[in-house]
């Protein structure tokens, strides 16, 4: 049990004790504790909205207000008993109060769905209060309106059952709409607690047993309690920011609430008191029937959405790719040939860092802003649509091709605005546009969509934020790429990949410290493809997930081979690895597997991932790497330089060494901010206690610089390129033989 979940028992048993000792205290000591736990509950919602500045804080006021309300009428009431008053007479001062919080608390819970209206939840809201409103007309309102005359005292006794239907309905809306958070969840417990005790107590009251001090007075204390830390809770902020991802989704608890809303009419005639012979009862059978329409209006909504859902994108409610083919279809079939069409490819340009930095929740916001800015950008003749991710596209029909080149400059300048996210801020994102036009009408929609999706890469490798229109060039570049993706898959499969190795060396002692794995790829036929070439086709597709793997498994055979080849324990291994093989069945069991294999200890490895892919701290790679250091693996930043880490950043990482850039080295000898960039990172190192290796040791003089800067180790040409495993041995054998007759010289 960690240290969190202890705290959490602790407080929640301290709770519950002071829950249960609340009973035994006389009256005026209960009336002490429900007014500073009360008012508590009021200062905390105070508080945590002047610190932490929700981006809703009308709930919070009107649920502050509607507390206020709620103890300052038990402190009236108890102060009617503490007089010598036998009971508190009806209605009173204190039922002012009362009734008083209702419209409060209603308009709180209602005021967290403002931001996004859904008539799904509207009317599950009244379907819910309807089906209770059966019950409580017939045990309640009818007997009391029955009794005899209507006075100011029934009229206050019924208005407490029916506005707590209300309420209930409120409630309910609230969390089919919102966004799950700590502090949600706790306000809506607090106001079912609430209701539950009204519940009970009006039972109570109506046989005549309820007394001052009844042990349900805990309920409404707990209720009391809940305030506090649902005001204090960081979520707090995010009270009335809309769950945006499962607006309107049939959850089994959704299920099983309407249901149970429907069978309230059969279980409602069923009652004893149900009567249908008189006025009340027509009113029941209205009421009935009225909720009946809703359930039918529920269902046939129901149905339209999944109709609509199967052509429609759920998070932006825009058109999705279904739809988007069809539209597409169709104004090709009515394509004016003297002007055209035109079809927008859009991107976000690094929603990746947005969406793992901020969150899923502010990414998805950012999707419907997006989506609503373009919107707002192009024509109304034109069809905005999503094709997931952070993929949009936008379907010009009758336009020219200077037209449509101008429309697309417009929505790139559009994104270059800052988005104002509810509860996030200001974030920025621009985007990067592949723009095709044509007058053919005899182009497929899908052939479109692969033109303008090859002009959007293409604008994005060029610097993004800008439009490239599709050209001939970049169709054969696509092809290109195409075929590389569908070569390398055969490759890996037909086994014509090869590890090449690249030695590390201690620059002090010139001993080999390590090796670090390269992919080499002999294409038959077509000679070698650079790595540089094709692991970003692997990176984009996938393959890079099991080309990583086989990496790993080669690599562990190596060591061992050479291990026995070298009759001594070789260098250390590194390999390179991309964050998407974090994840399901983790990179730490793939490592651990092959060494197991392999017959060789993990500790022996080197894990190398860029800096770039470490910064936003994902967790699946933050637990990955924890795993790997559990194996005693070492783990190393690539890249270093290029990213965004920072010593603060750096400290919260599992990570053993720095390994600096080659675009520093190269101007190392002659370059000021290069030598000035190599030295602060060698520093930020030492600082941390990081080894610290140096990529693209290539002259004599770099070499030199980074014994004097006090880098510990280097990799390059300097000492040894790229080279296949039986070369590789040839080496480590020379080295050896020169560091043992350096030994035997005594230096």
């Known amino acids: 049990m960690t240290l969190r979940h202890a705290c959490g028992w602790l407080a929640a048993g301290g709770a519950t004790a002071g829950l249960g000792t609340y009973v035994l205290l006389p009256l005026p000591a209960q009336t002490v504790v429900n007014g500073v736990l009360g008012y508590a509950g009021v200062a905390a919602i105070l508080a945590g909205v002047r610190y932490y500045r929700p981006a809703r804080r009308l709930p919070w006021y009107l649920f502050a207000a509607g507390l206020f309300a709620t103890v300052t009428g038990d402190l009236t ?4 008993l503490l007089a010598g008053n036998t009971e508190v007479p009806l209605p009173s001062g204190a039922d002012v109060l009362y009734l008083t919080l209702y419209p409060l608390f209603i308009g709180g819970a209602i005021a967290t769905q403002r931001a996004r209206w859904d008539l799904t939840a509207i009317l599950d809201s009244l379907i819910v209060a309807g089906g209770c409103g059966l019950f409580v007309w017939i045990e309640v309102v009818a007997p009391q309106l029955a009794e005899g005359p209507v006075d100011a005292g029934v009229l206050v006794a019924i208005a407490y059952p029916i ?4 309420l209930l309905g409120a409630v309910v809306g609230m969390l089919l709409v919102q966004a799950r958070t700590v502090s949600h969840i706790l306000v809506a417990a607090s106001l079912v607690l609430m209701l539950l005790a009204d519940t009970v107590f009006t039972g109570l009251a109506v046989s005549g047993t309820y007394d001052a ?15 506090i830390p649902a005001a204090l809770h960081p979520s707090m902020r995010r009270l009335g920011v809309p769950s945006l991802s499962e607006r309107a989704r049939v959850s089994w608890m959704r299920l099983v609430v309407l249901t149970l809303a429907v069978l309230a009419i059969p279980a409602a005639f069923a009652l004893p008191h149900a009567d249908t012979s008189d006025t009340s009862g027509t009113i029941l059978i209205c009421a009935a029937a009225l909720l009946l329409l809703l359930v039918m209006g529920r269902l046939a909504l129901q149905i339209r959405r999944q109709e609509a859902s199967a052509r429609t994108d759920p998070l932006t409610g825009l058109p999705n790719r279904a739809a988007l083919l069809d539209v597409m279809q169709a104004a090709l079939d009515g394509i004016d040939p003297h002007r055209g069409l035109a079809l927008l490819f859009l991107d976000l340009d690094e929603f990746k860092v947005v969406n793992d930095s901020l969150g899923h929740a502010v990414g998805d916001s950012l999707l419907v802003a997006a989506g609503k800015r373009l919107r707002e950008s192009v024509r109304h003749c034109d069809t905005v649509a999503r094709l997931g991710g952070d993929e949009f596209v936008v379907l010009c029909p009758d336009v020219a091709s200077e037209e449509a080149r101008e429309l697309a400059d417009r929505v790139v300048n559009a994104f270059n605005m800052l988005f104002t996210l509810a509860g996030s801020g200001e974030v920025t994102a621009s985007i990067s546009i ?3 036009h044509t007058n053919d009408s005899h182009v497929s929609p899908l052939d479109l969509l692969q033109n303008a999706d090859g002009a959007m890469y293409r604008a994005k490798a060029q610097g993004r934020a800008q439009v490239q229109a599709f050209t001939a060039e970049i169709r054969t570049h696509a092809e290109r790429r195409l075929d590389l993706q569908r070569a390398l898959r055969q490759a890996l499969s ?3 990949l090869d590890l090449q190795f690249q030695p590390q060396v201690d620059l002090v002692t010139g001993t080999v410290v390590g090796m670090e794995t390269l992919p080499a790829w002999q294409r038959p036929g077509q000679g070698p493809v650079t790595p540089a070439r094709f692991l970003s086709i692997a990176e984009e597709s996938g393959l890079i997930v099991p080309i990583g793997a086989w990496m790993i498994r080669q690599a562990a055979e190596q060591l061992s081979r050479w291990d026995a080849e070298l009759g001594r324990p070789a260098p250390r291994i590194a390999v390179n690895v991309s964050p998407r093989q974090f994840g399901p069945g983790g990179l730490a069991d793939t490592l651990r597997r092959a060494a197991d294999s392999a017959g060789v200890d993990p500790g022996r490895f080197v894990v190398e991932i860029t800096e770039n892919s470490l910064w936003t701290e994902e967790e699946p790679i933050l637990r990955d790497l924890n795993r790997l250091k559990r194996l005693g693996a070492t783990i190393s930043i690539d890249e270093f330089g290029t990213g965004f880490s920072s010593l603060a950043h750096l400290r919260r990482l599992p990570v053993d060494e720095l390994k600096i850039d080659r675009s520093f080295l190269r101007g190392l000898a002659d370059s000021r901010q290069d030598r000035e960039i190599v030295t602060a990172i ?4 030492r600082a941390l206690g990081l080894r ?12 030199g610089a980074l014994l004097e800067l006090g880098c510990g180790v280097g990799q390059g040409f300097l000492f040894a390129g790229p080279a296949p495993a039986e070369e590789m041995l040839a080496f480590l054998r020379a080295r050896l033989c020169w560091e043992a007759r350096l030994c035997r010289q005594g230096r």
């Open 434 to 436: 592949g723009l095709v």
């Open 682 to 685: 060698i520093q930020m190192g």
């Open 692 to 703: 610290t290796v140096a990529d693209g040791v290539d002259t004599d003089e770099q070499m």
């Open 163 to 166: 506005l707590d239907v209300v």
């Open 77 to 80: 009431y108890d102060a009617y």
């Open 494 to 496: 037909r086994g014509e």
């Open 213 to 227: 001090g009844d042990p349900l007075d805990i309920i409404w204390m707990a209720s009391y309690v809940l305030w």
